[in-house]
């Protein structure tokens, strides 16, 4: 390959690496040498695991307000790409029909993710795109107008580079932050990578309710201020808590330690839907009709039994076998408030080897967000996850990963074909 050229080199064969190959070849109508690099023996890896193997590619309700940054440093033409029509319309002209289920996340309609690999795939195929691989870029540094890349397998000049490699997030697919040290080369600055969308480790012991799932409304505080709240199942671990609500949570609490903020407490709401008055006059009644029963089968009424147990005991030293003729009245409020406002403290997020996506990256004000284009390297682009931007689950980072995609192809490839009209 020394001494090869091509116009455009895609590097990183996941979800944005792909997009951009098709985006670029449809665009260039084979005008355009273009070639998709991947370290992988085979594309598109980290894709078919997302969404539990369905893929959810995109959502209802994406905006640019639903990623982690001030919406601002959205253009407004890419603030229209950022919407799930756009996301429908863009995969039926590739050939994939798209379904969404009652929560707004949209998935193809197969069902399976191997369909949104097949399509992207198909249509590198139908645009003579080179898929490279089984080849990891090593380097790539400037060269005059263009580039010069060192893989695994060779050297070759390129006139454009699209950074698409993902971040460090689910390492055992080929995220390894490689594209970081890529653009850290290229004098680009990166915020320093966190796992985002990972369960959370608390300091409080866990395990008499390991196992316990309910449906919760959850709250992250620093001090008295809310710093962000999600509703949804809630799965406890002996030292950790899950669930999508608590994976939205993630983000804050690594940029919390990040800063050197104290650690954040949750606060969740065990029975998001009853009023704490209702819940009240309830639990105190119902004492005083069973006094000879066990607070346990009490609390069995409203929850989960060792659940409610626990809570029993956290709230007022009560074991789960006392009479309620032996609890006062104050105990028994002191339990409802528990049920509204279980406090447990954050302590860190699981590693990148569980983390769904990785927030940080290349810093967004060295990035020119109309073009996708680097403000310190010409001729530069990036998409996807290795830019510091995220969101929470339910197909909003994939749709920030096509739509970054779009518009680093469209302008890589209006760059090449500029010079060769010159």
């Known amino acids: ?108 309609q197969s069902g399976n993710a191997s ?42 000049a390129a ?16 995220s390894d932050g490689s594209g970081f040290a890529l653009a850290k080369s290229l004098g680009h600055t990166v915020t320093k990578p966190y796992p985002s969308l990972t369960p959370i480790f608390v300091s409080e012991d866990l395990r008499p309710v390991k196992g316990v799932r309910c449906e919760c409304a959850v709250k992250l505080l620093s001090g008295d201020s809310v710093i962000a709240c999600e509703h949804g199942e809630l799965q406890i671990n002996d030292n950790n808590i899950s669930g999508i609500c608590v994976f939205n949570l993630s983000h804050y609490v690594n940029q919390a330690y990040s800063e050197g903020e104290p650690a954040p407490c949750i606060s969740i709401d065990l029975l998001p839907d009853v009023n704490i008055n209702k819940l009240k006059s309830f639990i105190v009644k119902t004492a005083l009709d069973n006094r000879d029963a066990p607070i346990d089968e009490v609390l069995t009424g409203v929850m989960n039994k060792k659940l409610g147990a626990f809570i029993a005991k956290k709230a007022a030293g009560l074991s789960p076998a ?71 689950c339910g197909g909003f980072n994939l749709q920030w990963a096509w739509t970054s995609a779009v518009i680093s192809a469209k302008s890589a490839v209006l760059r090449c074909l500029n010079d060769k009209n010159k």
């Not at 190959?21 to 991947?38: D, K, N, Q, T, W």
């Open 322 to 392: 006392v009479r309620c003729g032996d609890i006062s009245k104050r105990e028994l409020i002191s339990v409802c408030n528990e049920i509204k406002d279980f406090r447990l403290t954050a302590k860190k997020t699981f590693d990148f080897s569980k983390a769904q996506v990785s927030g940080g990256g290349v810093k967004r004000e060295e990035i020119d967000f109309n073009t996708m284009s680097s403000k310190k390297a010409d001729r530069l682009f990036f998409a996807g996850e290795v830019v510091d931007i995220d969101a929470a």
């Open 159 to 174: 006139k454009c580079v699209i950074i698409a490699c993902g971040g460090a997030a689910s390492p055992v697919f080929g």
């Open 1 to 108: 390959m020394k001494n090869t050229t091509i116009d455009i080199a895609i590097i990183g064969g996941g979800a944005a690496g792909l997009m951009c190959g098709c985006i670029a070849g449809r665009e260039s109508h084979g005008r355009l040498s273009i070639a998709v690099f991947e370290q992988n023996s085979k594309t598109g890896r980290k894709l078919l695991a997302t969404g539990n193997g369905r893929c959810n590619l995109g959502n209802t309700s994406s905006s640019a307000d639903s990623y982690f940054c001030d919406s601002s440093v959205f253009p407004d033409e890419m603030k229209q790409c950022l919407t799930f029509e756009y996301t429908k319309s863009l995969f039926l002209s590739l050939g994939l029909m798209i379904k969404t289920d009652s929560a707004g996340r949209a998935y193809p």
């Open 115 to 156: 369909s949104v690999l097949d399509v992207l795939r198909n249509n590198l195929k139908k645009y003579g795109i080179e898929e490279r691989i089984d080849e990891k870029v090593l380097s790539v540094r400037k060269n005059g107008g263009g580039f010069i890349i060192t893989t695994s397998k060779g050297e070759f």
